[in-house]
């Protein structure tokens, strides 16, 4: 009996686990790599575009949407990120349920035979004949010995192996990853509302030159919410000028006094800001 257990526990270490149990697990580990690689190309798809620089490199920006709607009987414009108003997919595998079963039945037969046999036999035969008065005889004696002796064992054991094994996947929506929430957060501040027209603003109408310069800054918010100060033009010249793209506006150092009247050109967005005067005194 100890034979046959033996035998089913060989046969049962024979069965490949590392496969039955790791093949499952692999091939969910490469589904959760393919739905990774997946919401990465819907985010560079769907919510960016691609431009490549003078050297070469790739640059991604983001991909807005602009549209009209009217507030307090003004028309404005509002500029949204395309990936703050579409779901992102983040499909990820929550459980993994492997149940496995192995049955070991089968038949194994042992049969041992042996056979033995034995014979001898043997011949005799006697004479005698008459000389003078004597009378002759004869005799005969046979002689047989046979013996034979059989044996037959027989052992029979049944064992059989089959195993079965049910991999159950739970998937779904998962959170959102830290970082790409922080970074929605900054697409979600970053929602503004412009003119049509766009719009232009100067620090101020009236200056006053004191210690024989005086600053005045402009800037000029085009008809999609971007910031663009190097369109600002100014009439005359003055002595001075500075691009301030951390702040978005434009600088101008003046020493002169006069009417400066500021505009914009920016065909490209059809804007019409129409022209600012600003009056500079001594």
């Known amino acids: 009996m100890s034979s046959v257990a033996d035998k089913a526990i060989g046969a049962l270490s024979a069965i490949p686990f590392h496969d039955l149990i790791g093949g499952p697990l692999n091939a969910c580990i490469q589904a959760q790599s393919q739905a990774a690689m997946s919401t990465v190309s ?21 991909v807005y949407v602009h549209f009209s709607f009217i507030q307090a009987g003004k028309k404005l414009n509002i ?19 492997i149940a496995f079963k192995a049955t070991v039945t089968g038949v194994d037969t042992t049969s041992d035979t042996s056979s033995e046999s034995y014979e001898k036999s043997t011949n005799e035969e006697k ?17 047989s010995i046979s013996s034979k002796r059989d044996s ?37 501040s970053a929602v503004s509302t412009s003119s049509p027209d766009g719009e232009l603003t100067v620090s101020d109408t009236n200056l006053k ?18 910031l663009e100060p190097e369109k600002i033009v100014i009439s005359p ?24 009247k500021i505009s914009v050109t920016d065909k490209d ?7 600012v005067e600003v009056v500079v005194k001594k």
């Open 42 to 62: 819907f985010i560079q798809s769907v919510g960016l575009t691609t431009t490549v620089d003078d050297k070469g490199n790739e640059k991604y920006d983001a």
């Open 79 to 97: 500029s949204v990120p395309l990936l703050t108003i579409v779901p992102i997919p983040y499909i990820a595998i929550s459980t993994i349920d």
């Open 127 to 143: 004479k005698s004949g008459k000389l003078g008065w004597f009378k002759a005889s004869s005799s005969k004696m046979t002689t």
């Open 152 to 188: 037959k064992s027989t052992q029979e054991s049944s064992y059989s192996i089959e195993s079965t094994i049910d991999v159950n996947v739970h998937a779904g929506q998962d959170s959102m990853p830290a970082g790409m929430a922080k970074v929605l957060e900054l697409l979600n």
């Open 209 to 226: 030159i004191t210690d024989k310069t005086v600053l005045l800054t402009a800037s000029y918010k085009n008809p999609k919410g971007l």
């Open 237 to 260: 010249e003055p002595q001075a000028k500075n691009v301030n793209k951390t702040a978005g506006i434009m600088e101008y150092t003046i020493s002169q006094a006069n009417t400066y």
């Open 269 to 275: 967005n059809g804007s019409d800001v129409g022209t």
